[in-house]
């Protein structure tokens, strides 16, 4: 029987922070937590346009699914990491993206919100499959910041889209991890940065 939204996030705040001190001193992952590619080799997700649509200030909150209630639930988590794999805990997350008809809301604040990762470095947010619009793959838009850092701006992609190829955006190292749900879906994607 498939996981639930709800059931995967229960899951995933249950779990214990089982993040190894290096890449090689975990001879397997977690199942839940598989390890970031890039985690240990000393690189960072790479940075990726802001687009522009972003706006400064967003209000504090995990949950935009009420800000589109036609839209198709997923919910997206993953950790925040040092280029050492270490957690980072207090991390801002950033995340605003398009609703399910591809617009974007620049007079206010629907489907933009920012949060921070938990001593464990989680983060996680409830929302929508953004939809899309000319010229772009369905894509969120994230900013990630560790305490006193540099802002990482990135992107999150889904696989298989078949406007991946045609985005002259697109990177596939920024790919989400996605599952079906019976209410939505899941992605992960763990962020690493300096």
Same mark, same amino acid.
């Given at each position: 029987m498939p996981t639930s939204r709800r059931q995967f996030l #229960?899951?995933?705040?249950?779990? &214990? /922070? @089982? *993040?190894?001190?290096?890449? #090689?001193?975990?001879?397997?992952? &977690? /199942? @839940? *937590?598989?390890l970031t590619p890039a985690c240990g080799d000393g690189a960072q997700t790479i940075a990726q346009t802001e687009g522009p649509y972003f706006t400064p200030d967003?209000?504090?909150?995990?949950?935009?699914?009420?800000?589109?209630?036609?839209?198709?639930?997923?919910?997206i988590a993953g950790y925040v990491l040092t280029t050492g794999c270490m957690p980072v805990p207090e991390a801002l997350i950033e995340l605003w993206h398009?609703?399910?008809?591809?617009?974007?809301?620049?007079?206010?604040?629907r489907l933009r919100g920012h949060q921070f990762s938990d001593a464990?470095?989680?983060?996680?947010?409830?929302?929508?499959?953004?939809?899309?619009?000319?010229?772009?793959?369905?894509?969120?838009?994230?900013?990630?910041?560790?305490?006193?850092?540099?802002v990482l701006t990135t992107q999150l992609y889904f696989p298989g889209e078949a406007g991946n190829d045609r985005d002259r955006i697109f990177d596939g190292r920024l790919l989400l991890d996605i599952s079906a749900a019976p209410d939505g879906g899941y992605g992960r994607f763990d962020f690493v940065i300096r």
């Open positions: #229960a899951t995933f705040l249950a779990a &214990p /922070a @089982l *993040l190894p001190l290096s890449s #090689a001193a975990q001879e397997s992952p &977690p /199942a @839940l *937590l598989a967003t209000p504090m909150k995990r949950n935009f699914v009420a800000d589109a209630p036609g839209g198709v639930a997923i919910v398009a609703d399910e008809a591809g617009a974007y809301d620049n007079d206010g604040y464990q470095g989680r983060w996680w947010f409830e929302t929508i499959v953004p939809g899309l619009y000319p010229g772009r793959t369905r894509h969120f838009h994230v900013k990630v910041q560790r305490p006193g850092g540099p």
